[in-house]
């Protein structure tokens, strides 16, 4: 796939999945209300902030990645050719997932709306299960023994301190 396709097709599936998942479905949950679910609850506002803007930052850099590294986009129907092992990859197996939780936890934490934090529990249910039972077997058959040695060096949701560094053994190849 050529590179502003790319472009386009992601700028497409950031629109249809994270800004609906971690944008619409918690203002829909919430009106974007803000609360104060306890005394000193500044703090709390700060933090859901923070992770909101990383979790931002993140998510883009991510869709980013598909498209100069992978020569895709990271909807099913218009894979990446290659491999995408780059950048917060090199981190976490799931960084986008992982984006959308720490967005839709910051609002939480910023609106100080605490039943909010049950959709995110929820949503890291269905995209378990979806990484599980879909992603990492089409990424078996689909990029073979470079998935597998990634896979077993990059954790898929709690990520690492230092980036992974492939030996060259281990490294998963330009295709």
Do not use: C, H
């Not at 960084?95 to 910023?110: D, E, H, K, N, S």
């Not at 995110?120 to 077997?137: D, G």
Request: aromatic share 14%; hydrophobic share 55%.
């Amino acid at each position: 796939m050529r590179r502003p396709t790319a472009a386009a097709g992601s700028a497409v599936f950031f629109l249809v999945g994270p800004v609906i998942v971690a944008g619409l479905l918690p203002w829909l949950l919430t009106g974007w209300q803000v609360r104060e679910p306890v005394p000193y609850w500044a703090p709390m506002r700060v933090l859901g902030v923070i992770l909101l803007v990383a979790g931002l930052i993140a998510l883009i850099q991510a869709f980013v990645r598909f498209v100069v590294e992978g020569l895709g986009t990271p909807a099913p129907i218009a894979a990446p050719e290659r491999l995408v092992v780059g950048g917060l990859y090199r981190y976490v197996r799931n960084p986008m997932y992982v984006a959308v939780l720490a967005t839709i936890v910051g609002q939480a934490l910023l609106l100080g709306q605490l039943g909010l934090l049950l959709y995110p529990a929820a949503f890291w249910l269905i995209a378990a299960a979806f990484v599980r039972w879909y992603e990492e077997p089409a990424l078996t058959r689909r990029f073979g023994a470079d998935y597998e040695a990634y896979r077993r060096a990059v954790p898929a949701w709690w990520p690492r301190l230092r980036p992974w560094k492939p030996s060259e053994r281990d490294e998963p190849s330009a295709r």
